[in-house]
C-alpha cells in the first residue's frame, strides 16, 4: 500500500478512562487527521469512492478522523492510528468479486427431494391411528 505518512495531521491530548495518574498527567491520545480532498496520493476515482463509501465517518471539512486512547503511549496510539487507517482504506478500496449466479447440480436436486420426502414420513407417523385423511 502507499505512504500517507507525509499527509497525516495529528494531534495528542489528555486520555479519558483507567491509567491511574498517568492519565492525568500525560497526552497520549492521539488523534489522526487525513484530508480526502486534498491527497496527491490517490486518484480522482479513488477520493471519490472514499467519499461515497465513508460519507457518515467523513467531517464537514473533508477529514477522515480516527483516534486511539487505549495504549499508555502516544507511540503506541499513533501507531495504531495508523494501522486503523490503512485497513479503513484497503477495506472501502477494495473491489469486490462479482457473484457468478449458478444452478443446483443435480445431487443437490436429489438430496433435497429425499430430505422433503423424510421429513413429510416423520410427520405422517405423528399422526393418530384412528385419524382418516
Known sequence: MKDFLP???????RSSGAGGQNVNKVS???????????????TQEQKNILLEKLA???TNEGFIRIVSQTERTQL???????????ILIEKCLKKKK???????T???????????????RKKAERKKVGDVE
Open 76 to 86: 503506541k496510539n499513533k501507531k495504531k492510528c495508523i494501522e486503523k487507517f490503512y
Open 106 to 120: 443435480e445431487k443437490s436436486k436429489e438430496k433435497k427431494k429425499q430430505e422433503k420426502i423424510s421429513l413429510s
Open 56 to 58: 457518515d465517518t467523513i
Open 7 to 13: 499527509e497525516f495531521t495529528f494531534s495528542a491530548s
Open 28 to 42: 497520549t491520545k492521539v488523534e489522526l487527521r487525513f484530508h480526502v480532498e486534498d491527497s496527491e496520493i490517490l
Open 98 to 104: 462479482k457473484r457468478k449466479p449458478t444452478k443446483p
